[in-house]
């Protein structure tokens, strides 16, 4: 009974972070463990877009076809590390079997739930408790070079207006009107008024602070190794530093979350997608907007006093190491696309790991294995937009309330793992 309100949460990411902050409101006593620093995994050094219009996964044939064009250009967007990866492997069969119209639309409708949820509760946290982190709604600009990517984007507008998200078509006028900081060279450009950017480190600095104040202990640099089980559930986690007993547990690692599937009873089927940033002094052309360079399929981020690229995706298992070249295709990008770009005044060059899941939807459930933990992980590309709404609906859960969405889309047992 002296463990009846306490819940030990693994991951000190942005899920872990918002499943800690509603399960604080629901009174429950939490305590933050994880392997390194907090907040430092994939979470700190992205973009910082909060993107509801990110609804469609990426299963679709054509990104098959870049993936295997691409495996051998070790700077293209997209790169798979070419060697024997059984796993791997076998997400990527996953994967493509996901890639019809069918499976699509219903990761969509799952993917679509949690990025309005969020994208509705940001605003009321980041309001009520003071946290400062360059939260702004200004929208977000997709350039296009190309006139034929550019109208061929027409079909994707259409399926994303059948979850209430629409884009304005603009053509070369008006996306210079709108910023004037790209090249003249731009074909055309689609422009959703809802997307909102923020500085991620600040928001875990902001939110770091909120939890202490809320009386949430959190415990860095501890590896947990494993859980101390007895009749079917979690009694402690075990950790470098001993037992630490709870009543309740989240498994919130993203992209080492597969390193607990033996102690949880079901695979997890998430590989790591690496991602790079860099972070500079705004450039002399800066852009007003955050912008997405859509044939190299890179990000710009403007803050008031910083300026952040960020891209690509490379599944080469969990290598931190940084590729210079992948590097420099970060910032070849954006001198294509802006006028008169140089990278200058460099201050951070960072990697991450996005916890992929092969058809675009986090795992949201309880262990098949251990009754009283809970998984929450494989938020893909879109962890920072989807935060606040995995949140809430896993406090939810342990909380046994109802649902404020319908959990069923995240189900574990999906892909048979039960």
Known sequence: MENAKKVIVIGSGIIGVFIAYYLTRKKWSVTIVDRGCFGAGASAGNCGLIVPNHVLPLNDPATLLKAVFWMFKKDAPLHVKPKFNPRLINWFGKFAKKCNRKDILISAKGRNALLQSSFNLYPSIIRKENILCDWSVRGSLHVYKSAKNWTAYQTTDAL???????????????????????????????????????????LLSGMRRLLSEKGVRIIENNEVTGFAVENKRAAGIRTKNGILSAGQFVVAMGAWTPDFEKS?????????????????????????????????????????DDFRLGGT??????????????????????????????????????????????????????????????????????????????????????????????????????????
């Open 160 to 202: 994303l207006r059948r979850y209430g998200i629409k884009a304005q078509c603009l053509t070369r006028e008006d996306i210079l009107d709108l910023e004037p900081a790209l090249g003249i060279d731009a074909a055309g450009g689609w422009y959703y008024r809802e997307t909102a950017h923020l500085r991620p480190e600040r």
């Open 264 to 304: 949880l009873g079901c695979r997890i089927p998430i590989q790591p997608g690496k991602g790079l940033s860099i972070t500079m002094k705004p450039p002399e052309n800066c852009p007003r907007l955050p912008l997405f360079f859509e044939e190299k399929n890179v990000v710009a981020t403007p803050w008031q």
């Open 313 to 418: 995706m490379e599944f080469a298992g969990y290598d931190s190491s940084l590729n210079r070249r992948r590097l420099d295709a970060l910032t070849h990008a954006a001198a294509s696309y802006l006028k008169g770009f140089e990278a200058e005044h460099i201050e951070e060059e960072w990697c991450g790991f996005r916890p992929m899941t092969c058809d675009g939807l986090p795992i949201i459930g309880r262990s098949p294995r251990l009754q009283n933990v809970m998984i929450a992980a494989g938020h893909n590309m879109v962890g920072i937009s989807t935060g606040p709404g995995t949140g809430k609906l896993v406090a939810e859960m342990i909380n046994t309330d109802s649902p404020h969405i319908d959990p069923e889309p995240y189900r574990i047992g999906r892909f048979g793992i039960e």
